[in-house]
């Protein structure tokens, strides 16, 4: 822990016993693109190596049914960071005919800056670009803009968001947001990870891209055996992404930000493994790609106990969550709810999921309950 963050903790300590308003929870954000949510052991892959990850899930609220609100990354991260559904915010398109979020619609970062936080972002890959108006009421937006091949891999995201932490304002609370990229194609894992995840199992060696995918097979889907190389070569970059996390909690922790943090990890989309005859996402709105996963850890002063929440919630209800426990007013934008008495462990009625937007082929829109799903 560094001087300066030592000696802000006691006028804290010292505000907070003197009757003064409560210091605000940090934010933090990680979102890693392209993850299913059975890709981690704590939804039941046995196949993962994802101990961080499954250990941070045994210590904080999971939502073993969040859904995304796309089959994509611009139109969900649009929804997560302004808590509303895409069709209000704007930001989608077709392949490289893409809108920016509304100037109409408030962003995460924009929000929390009224509220006297520091914001940093760190995203990786074109359709986060600052052009599509991710970057709004970002301090510091580090963003590397790339498609696929020759991407910031997660553990240097990690070590830039380290830095631009060490380098902000100290004395201010923080939101961060880190976008991981791993688990997206090109699959080009480490060696050791991809020795472990594809043990017993033969395929073509890595990078696999989106074109090398699709043509394992000409008109029909690969033979299961390819299936299971290709699922296993991504589940090495999921262990990549596992080692990231770690390495980001542990600086968190160091730094003394780790407990008195709202700390968020979910993703914007999944990956079509072949389940309805295709490959990659952004084509359809079937579980494989909106079904994401959720983990939020509350920060020690909400007293919240781990638990599981088998409840439908929608990933877009994340930020309106964020400002109840941050007891902030609900902005009224927000097309979102807060899912915080889920997270105490109370029940409420059933919340129907919308997902819509395609990046290739027709439009869909997907309505989604808890018994039902509609495309």
Not at 97 to 102: A, D, G, K, M
Not at 219 to 247: G, H, M, N, T
């Amino acid at each position: 822990m560094n001087r300066r963050l030592k000696l802000a903790l006691p006028l804290w300590l010292f505000a907070a016993a003197c009757g003064e308003t409560k210091p605000q929870p940090h934010v933090i954000l990680v979102v890693v693109d392209t993850l299913r949510a059975d890709a981690l052991g704590c939804y039941g892959h046995e196949a993962a190596h994802t101990p961080a990850l499954d250990a941070f899930a045994a210590e904080s609220v999971q939502f073993t049914d969040a859904v995304s609100s796309s089959g994509w990354t611009l139109p969900s991260v649009g929804s997560l960071l302004t808590g509303v559904w895409p069709s209000l915010h704007k930001a989608t398109g077709k392949v490289s005919l893409l809108r920016p979020i509304s100037p109409d619609i408030p962003t995460a970062a924009e929000l929390l800056v009224d509220e006297g936080y520091r914001t940093l972002g760190l995203a990786n890959a074109a359709y986060l670009s600052p052009l599509l108006g991710l970057d709004r009421g970002f301090e510091v937006f580090d963003h590397q803009h790339a498609y696929n091949q020759d991407v910031r891999r997660a553990d240097q995201t990690v070590n830039d968001a380290i830095a631009a932490i060490d380098k902000s304002d100290e004395d201010k609370p923080l939101f961060l947001l880190a976008h991981l990229f791993d688990s997206h194609l090109d699959y080009d894992p480490l060696p050791e990870d991809l020795a472990r995840a594809t043990a017993g199992l033969s395929g073509p060696a890595p990078p696999l891209s989106l074109r090398g995918c699709k043509e394992l097979a000409q008109d029909e889907p690969p033979s299961k055996e390819l299936q299971a190389w290709v699922r296993a070569v991504y589940d090495a970059e999921v262990a990549a992404i596992d080692r990231a996390f770690a390495q980001l909690r542990t600086a968190l922790e160091e730094r003394g930000i780790w407990d008195d943090a709202i700390v968020i990890l979910t993703s914007d989309h999944g990956e079509e493994f072949w389940e309805h005859g295709d490959f990659e996402h952004g084509h359809t709105l079937f579980n494989e790609l909106i079904h994401v996963p959720l983990i939020v850890k509350a920060p020690r002063s909400a007293a919240i106990e781990p638990r599981k929440v088998d409840a439908q919630v929608r990933v877009l209800d994340t930020l309106p969550t964020v400002f109840e426990l941050c007891e902030f007013e609900q902005p009224k934008s927000f097309s979102g709810r807060s899912y915080l008495t889920l997270m105490k462990g109370g029940t409420e009625e059933e919340r129907p999921a919308f997902s819509e937007a395609t990046l290739y082929g027709p439009e869909e829109i997907s309505w989604r309950t808890e018994r039902w799903h509609l495309i």
